[in-house]
T-cell receptor, first 114, second 113 residues
Framework: NAGVTQTPKFQVLKTGQSMTLQCAQDMNHEYMSWYRQDPGMGLRLIHYSVGAGITDQGEVPNGYNVSRSTTEDFPLRLLSAAPSQTSVYFC?????????????FGPGTRLTVT | EDKVVQSPLSLVVHEGDTVTLNCSYEVTNFRSLLWYKQEKKAPTFLFMLTSSGIEKKSGRLSSILDKKELFSILNITATQTGDSAVYLCAVRGTGAGSYQLTFGKGTKLSVIP
């Protein structure tokens, strides 16, 4: 199993550009989520999905879109990048079958918006 | 709104010292509390606690939960330089979604030789 994979690892955008951060998992986890991590702020939930076709907003959803057409993939779209979106983005997945809901994190994408 | 507060925010110790990291929380319908270790990459899972008073242990790390007082501690004994990391505490409730985790800001531990 590759676990949770994210691409790209690094990205630099200009203000106003759009892009998609990719996230995929091969563990058949039903739950997937996107977090951003800023210095001194911990991890903050952007959007999450409890299964294909179902998404919902987290704590900081503004400026981001998600969709979940398959169990494996959960892309995060930045509609019009702003410097405030400079951050490290983590995708995570978890499985409820064991009742543990332990989240597995991808390696992260470091995004800089100039 | 669920809330997690970790203390201290940063800590510097010498190798061999024992450290205690604190996590207090407020959560709607508590389900579990999780500890993660984050080095210069993604968080890795350490422990999940659901019941009060039961210690989870893995090598030199241990953790315990007090559901009455709404806190958890993470102990690291005989610290090593490899323990240097940010330690994250997270709670899962049933607030806006039972899968969601609310994270604290983390405790940055630096272990010096």
């Amino acid at each position: 199993n590759a676990g949770v994979t994210q691409t790209p690892k690094f990205q630099v955008l200009k203000t106003g550009q759009s892009m998609t951060l990719q996230c995929a998992q091969d563990m058949n986890h039903e739950y997937m989520s996107w977090y951003r991590q800023d210095p001194g702020m911990g991890l903050r939930l952007i959007h999450y999905s409890v299964g294909a076709g179902i998404t919902d907003q987290g704590e900081v959803p503004n400026g981001y879109n998600v969709s979940r057409s398959t169990t494996e993939d959960f892309p995060l779209r930045l509609l019009s990048a702003a410097p405030s979106q400079t951050s490290v983005y983590f995708c995570a997945s978890s499985y409820s079958g064991t009742g543990l809901y332990e989240q597995y994190f991808g390696p992260g994408t470091r995004l800089t918006v100039t | 709104e669920d809330k997690v507060v970790q203390s201290p925010l940063s800590l510097v110790v010498h190798e061999g010292d024992t450290v205690t990291l604190n996590c207090s929380y407020e959560v709607t319908n508590f389900r579990s509390l999780l500890w993660y270790k984050q080095e210069k990459k993604a968080p890795t899972f350490l422990f999940m606690l659901t019941s009060s008073g039961i210690e989870k242990k893995s090598g030199r790390l241990s953790s315990i939960l007090d559901k009455k007082e709404l806190f958890s501690i993470l102990n690291i004994t005989a610290t090593q330089t490899g323990d240097s990391a940010v330690y994250l505490c997270a709670v899962r409730g049933t607030g806006a979604g039972s899968y969601q985790l609310t994270f604290g800001k983390g405790t940055k531990l630096s272990v010096i030789p």
